[in-house]
């Protein structure tokens, strides 16, 4: 890598944040210490083996698991609700039609007049006229 | 810097650990538990959070220990799986008070008045920093990390890595403003 591209804080004039900072992240010096956490982590591996301790499964570890099957179904849903909703609504339409097309079912009322529609073809419109006749 | 590489003592080790002999494995935590917390304290705020995310990152390297390719260096494998405990750690305490920050820090200064002063205001520096950011400050300029180094250990491109550490120090120096020499 180009030397160049490495230049750290300390040849930028930054030294005594360096400083600072190696004060601040300076690992422990005494050995024991280092044997301590070896026998720590070592008795963490022995526990692990008998079955008493599992590593910690952070949320974002676990949403980042389900990140991808979690936006694919979000998707899935996403589509199937548009083809839904764009679904041409049928079924009013339909009432509608049956509405208008449909004879109306009227209870007769006493002393009404029968309306008789006069029909298309000859022979009927003088059966027609015969019954509008005897009806009077 | 670059990883210690795999000298014989190593090799022997990652065949024991593999052949399930639990002295290959404690022998590779001593060998390469240093580097591992010094991985770790650069990116939690703490010590103690450190020394979780170690014990954490070795845990999960025992676990997956079968599928460790034994021609890759160990040390930067489980580096890796370190940085990757102590991010998710840091994500957990993301909103952390800047007093965590070790208060047995060294003092590197000669006048207490002072370094009382330039401690408390770096902890607030880095404490504002975000995670990554504040790895790859500490790891190229504390540690002597390459960019490409800090890219495997963090698992981000090389470029990545510099360019957070371009923004990184731009964010640290305007934050410990007039602490320059």
Known sequence: MDEDNELRLT???????????????????????????ETRILSLLASHRLGLVRTQSSLW??????????LAAAGLLFI??????????????????????????????????NVVTAPRDRLSQREATFRYVLSH | MTDAG???EERE?????????????????RLHQRRAYTVARSIVLSHEDAEDAVQEGFLRAYQALDRFDPGQPFGAWVNRIVANAALDLARRKKVRNA????????????????????????????AKLPERSRAVVVLHD?????????????????????????????????LLENMRD
């Open chain 1, 61 to 70: 570890s676990v949403l980042e698991r389900w990140a991808t099957p979690g």
């Open chain 1, 80 to 113: 199937a609700a548009g083809l839904f909703l764009a679904q041409p609504n049928n079924e009013p339409v339909q009432t509608t039609y049956e509405e208008v097309t449909e004879p109306l079912v009227v209870e007769e009322l006493p002393g009404a007049v």
């Open chain 2, 6 to 8: 795999r000298n014989p």
């Open chain 1, 11 to 37: 040849d930028e004039g930054d030294e005594r944040i360096v400083r600072l900072l190696r004060g601040a992240y300076a690992p422990p010096a005494d050995e024991s210490y280092w044997e301590g956490l």
């Open chain 2, 142 to 174: 504390v540690e002597g990390f390459t960019h490409a180094e800090i890219g495997k250990l963090l698992g981000i491109p090389g470029g990545t890595a510099r360019s957070d550490l371009h923004h990184a120090r731009q964010r640290l120096r305007g």
């Open chain 2, 99 to 126: 007093e965590e920050l070790s208060d047995a820090m060294p003092s590197p200064f000669q006048d207490p008045a002072e370094d009382a002063e330039l401690k408390a205001r770096l902890k607030s520096a880095l």
């Open chain 2, 13 to 29: 080790l990652v065949g024991l650990a593999l052949e399930g002999d639990p002295r290959g494995f404690a022998g590779l935590v």
